[in-house]
């Protein structure tokens, strides 16, 4: 185990524009921003969403595309350091009618997007590769 420590810092709603990528705008905030380390949480609704799972056997991700509207029915992550700038690790559950997709979100452009930013102050997480997962983890 490895632990950090922290003060909550600056919370922040931030409010995504259409048309453009989440992730590429929250790591421009956050950029922006200078924040390193933070909890995040959302809802909203994207399109063309690429959601994926980590396959353990093979160490990489595969990658789902689904297209069209879907209602982010949860989304959490968190930020810290990676190749010296923040890095937003988001998990998210999307759906609309029956349909339900869910893991870890690669791209997904926003029609809608509602994200709470609690920046963390304290010891900084740095991801790097750990060799027995083949995952970035914090060290
Ligand atoms: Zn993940």
Not at 73 to 93: R, T, Y
Not at 102 to 118: P, R, S, T
Request: charge should be negative; glycine fraction near 10%.
């Amino acid at each position: 185990m490895k632990q950090f420590d922290f003060q909550i810092g600056r919370c922040i709603f931030l409010r995504l524009d259409y048309g453009k990528d989440l992730l590429e705008q929250l790591s421009e905030f956050l950029e922006m921003e200078g924040i390193e380390a933070a909890h995040i949480s959302g809802i909203g609704a994207v399109r063309n969403a690429e959601i994926g799972y980590y396959d353990q056997k093979m160490r990489e991700y595969v990658k789902r595309r689904v297209e069209g509207g879907l209602e982010i029915l949860s989304l959490s992550g968190n930020v810290s350091l990676k190749d010296g700038k923040p890095f937003p690790h988001i998990h998210a559950v999307l759906g609309r009618d029956s349909e339900i997709y869910a893991g870890h979100l690669f791209a997904a452009e926003v029609f809608a997007c509602e994200l709470f930013i609690a920046s963390l102050d304290g010891d900084i997480p740095v991801r790097e590769l750990d060799e027995l997962t083949g995952l970035h983890l914090w060290i």
